[in-house]
Every structure is written in C-alpha cells, then in structure tokens.
C-alpha cells in the first residue's frame, strides 16, 4: 500500500481525476477520501441513472409516475448497498486484506470509480429533460462502461497487478451491474 | 510450479501476444451488424474487415507512438513498446463479452458504445503500461487516449455507411 504523504486536493477535484488518471489517483489521493463521500458520489450516480430508466419507460407508455419514484429509489439502493458489496465481494476474492488494504479504502475507491457515470446520467438527465429524448442506454450504460476502467485498477491494484484476475473480476462486476441493472428495470416495470 | 500464476510479468518481445486484441477486435466487427434492425451477409464480412483494419491501426500506432517518444528506453529495452500494448489492449477483453451479453442476453442493440470504450481503456492502460517499463510524462497515456478516440470516431462513423 502507498504510504507517501498525499497531496492536500479538493475532493471534487480527486473525484474528476478518478475518471482522466485513476491509476494515479488510486495509488496516491484514495487515503484521504472517507468511503461515506465515495458511496455518496456512486449513490447519486446510480439514483440519476434508474431516474432516466424510468423517465424512458414513462415516455413509452409502460409505467406511471409513482414507479419512476420505486426505479429511482432502486438505483439509489443500487448506488449504495450494491456497490458496497460489489466493493466487499471484490476485496475478499483478491485477498487485498493481507496486501494492507482495508476494506473501507476498497469501498471508497470501488464507489469513486463511480465518478464517470454521475458526468453522463448528469448530462443525459439533463438530454431526457430539455429534449424528451430516450437516456438510459445512450448515456446511463455508457457512464458505467466508462466507470470500468477505475474499477479496473482498483481491482489491479488489491489483487496486486493480477492481470488475469483483473480481467476476470472486471467482466464479473460489469456484467452484475448491467444485468442488474436490465432485471431491476423489467422488475419495477 | 509457478505460484505467480496471472501476474503481470516482463516478456521478451517474442512472448507477447497481440492476438486477443485482434480477437476482440473482430468481435466487435462481427457483432457491430447484429445490432442493426436490417443486415446482410455482406455487411458483417465489410464489418470484420473494418475492424481488422481498426485493430491493425490501433496496435501499430500505439506502438508507434511509444517507441518514438521514449527514444532512450527504446535503445535499453527494445521491445517495451510491444509488450505495453500487448497488455494493455488485454483490457478490451471485458467490454467484449459485456457486449456479447447486452447483445445476446440483454437484446439491447448498441454495440458501438462498448466497442468505443473498449479501444479508449485499453490504450490508456497501454499507455499506464508503458510508464511502468519506464517511460517518461503523461503524453503516454494523453496521446494513446486520444489516438484512440480518433480511431473510434472513425470506426463509428464507417459502420455507420455499411450497407
């Protein structure tokens, strides 16, 4: 684990860096970021993602206003709790525990990785609302294949520059987030 | 027994392998046309040979980019070039199958998304790679991410006029 002093930056500012250089922001910034912040940023980023999910389906006729309530209360459940044992279940598998990583800096990290889906659900709630156009896939699946990458130097860096497994866990976690995400839409619809 | 089974390690120039990346890369051409309401025979076989001709560019510029501007561990380690864009473009892999599964599995019919982040994550993290054996300044991730952008863009708008 990095021990070297990190600088004094912003947290908005680590966030925004977690999507241009995680590699360095994992390595270097992550310890003095409390992982209440980081579930916060990924929390709010899922809540605007489902919001657009159930924005589309209302636009289509499928469901009334109260379900776009349930949806968007889902992908705040989805933010948190989910990313949360995404993050648990991560740092078990790659035996980051023994490598000097706690599990609340795994957490932290996990949800920050976050950051780039909250720019896009941001933009394409911002699309669905002024235009009356269809987000969710367009931007909301977009902004978390793009948060794909810091999570998957987050899991390099637990499972100590594993390739293989990097790969591996990547795909595992992407896949849970998208299928959840499709089941939970289908469910509340 | 090898007890560092999939850990990153140091290849000689002949160990690295770039046929996963090709592999994904034509992937992607081959589902690109799946996710068209209309297709024909035809425009998978132009869309495989689109992304083969992507994939080559990609690989090769990248390459290039690294040997050209890290000159001094070019003399000293002659194959680092090869070898960050063998593992870096590694990283394709799981926007590959997390396309197969929103294709095959999900129905969704966007392709290209998943195809356009794959390529970008993958030469940043050649480019990560790189300054790990040694090169110098973030130009080593700034231009790979923006070579792959242009790249990606190109992709787009060519399978965009496939028949």
Do not use: H
């Amino acid at each position: 684990m990095n021990t070297a002093a990190p600088m004094d930056i912003p947290r908005w500012k680590t966030a925004l860096n977690m999507m241009i250089n995680p590699g360095e922001v994992i390595k270097t910034q992550m310890t003095k970021i409390p992982w209440p912040y980081s579930v916060m940023v990924s929390g709010l980023s899922f809540t605007l993602f489902f919001l657009q999910t159930g924005l589309d389906m209302l636009k289509a006729g499928q469901i009334g206003a109260s379900t776009v309530i349930l949806i968007t209360v889902l992908g705040l459940l989805y933010g948190t709790v989910g990313i949360v044992l995404l993050a648990v279940m991560v740092w078990a598998l790659s035996q980051a525990g023994e490598r000097g990583y706690t599990l609340e800096w795994a957490i932290s990290t996990f949800a920050l990785g976050y950051s780039a889906t909250f720019v896009y659900a941001l933009s394409g709630l911002i699309f669905s609302l002024a235009f009356g156009w269809k987000t969710a896939v367009a931007f909301g699946v977009t902004g978390v294949l793009w948060a794909l990458r810091p999570t998957l130097y987050t899991i390099k860096q637990m499972s100590g520059e594993r390739v293989a497994f990097s790969i591996a866990m990547t795909t595992l976690c992407g896949a849970i987030l998208l299928i959840g995400w499709a089941v939970l839409g289908k469910f509340a619809g | 027994m090898d007890t560092r089974l999939g850990y990153a390690q140091g290849a000689g120039p002949g160990g690295v392998k770039l046929w996963p990346a090709y592999l994904c890369f034509m992937i992607f051409g081959v589902l690109i046309p799946f996710s068209k309401p209309d297709y024909k025979f035809t425009t998978v076989i132009y869309s495989l040979l689109i992304a083969i001709v992507v994939g080559l560019m990609a690989i090769n510029v990248l390459i290039l980019v690294f040997n050209s501007g890290n000159a001094a561990l070019r003399q000293t380690d002659g194959g680092f070039a090869r070898e960050a864009v063998g593992t870096g473009m590694l990283f394709m892999i799981p926007f590959t199958v997390l396309a197969i599964i929103a294709l095959a599995v999900l129905g969704w019919n966007a392709v290209m998304p998943f195809a356009s982040a794959a390529i970008t994550t993958a030469a940043a993290t050649a480019g990560a790679e790189a300054m790990k054996r040694g090169a110098q300044g973030t130009k080593n991730v700034m231009i790979p991410t923006l070579v792959a952008m242009v790249l990606s863009t190109v992709w787009m708008m060519l399978t965009s006029i496939l028949p």
